[in-house]
């Protein structure tokens, strides 16, 4: 499986919506209560994992755009969300749904954020968000991207950014080095600057009350089981190629990790919502 594809993507779904916050659950239901309507932009939306757990949070008519470089995802987001909703229709290139007694209203976008999020952004959107994607992007695009969310006033939504905590059940001595190679290869260039990892969430936050926004984080680690045994161990190769690509553990301490047969993980995430001062 590759970093982004749509079977991986499919695997990390259920622990993803698992995991999630509802204390910040909670706090994006409270903020939008009141509203019929709501205009959502989900950036770097993959197979739309973040729409299918957001929705039920939010007012009875949504109009959500989803964007990703990668069409073939988009295309799996399109297939994925109607089969997940109660009733669908495609107009043109508009997806309609209806799910829960909720109605929807899908476009979709391909599109580099590198160079185009500024593009996005130019729409009465009131809701910005994203799941599993700043550890990915630069400190300078989450500046960038704060200010211009700020200077539309939306609210902002990031879910399960990873924050830098890792556990392996069993622990093995290797472990600390695995890890702190895992995230070299992690702070390189992911196609949006260079990337801030683990120090993504702090620059969220930062950036976020720089602008007067009212910040809030909350858990949504994943901590997995023996019954999440494909995902740790698509999740521990995963590990082992990226730690193969930045180098700096040798092959044999390599190797002996990946053997090791693990019963459980914990990966550290942080969902944040970000709301403008009155
Ligand atoms: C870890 S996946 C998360 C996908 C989805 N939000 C989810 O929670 O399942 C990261 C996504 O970022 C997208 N992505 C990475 N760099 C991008 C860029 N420069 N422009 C647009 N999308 C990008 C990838 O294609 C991938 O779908």
Known sequence: MSEFSSEWLDLREPADARARSAEIANAVAARFAL????????????????????????????VWKLVDHDADALDAARKRLIGWADAS??????????????DLTVTFSIADLASETNRLLDAPWQLVTASAFFDLASQDY????????????????????????????????????????????????????????????AHIADQFRLHGYTVLEGDSAWRLERSDRMLIEELVRGHAVAVSEIGGVDDKTLLDWVKVPRTGAFVGHTDTFAVPGS
Not at 37 to 56: K, P, Q, V, Y
Not at 89 to 98: A, F, K, S, V, Y
Not at 154 to 179: C, E
Request: no cysteine; hydrophobic share 40%; charged share 25%.
């Open 89 to 102: 229709e495609i107009d043109n290139e508009t997806l309609r749904l209806e799910k829960d007694g909720r």
């Open 142 to 201: 989450i500046r960038a991207l704060s200010k211009a969310v700020a200077a539309r006033k939306a609210a902002f939504y990031a879910a399960l950014t990873y924050n830098g905590m890792r556990q392996w059940v069993p622990h093995r001595p290797a472990d600390n080095q695995m890890t702190a190679a895992f995230h070299r290869h992690q702070m390189r260039d992911k196609g949006v600057g260079v990337a801030a990892g683990p120090m993504a969430v």
């Open 35 to 62: 509203r019929d309507e709501l205009h959502i932009l989900d950036l770097a939306s993959g197979t739309g994992a973040n729409l299918r757990a957001t929705a039920s949070l939010l007012p009875k008519k949504q």
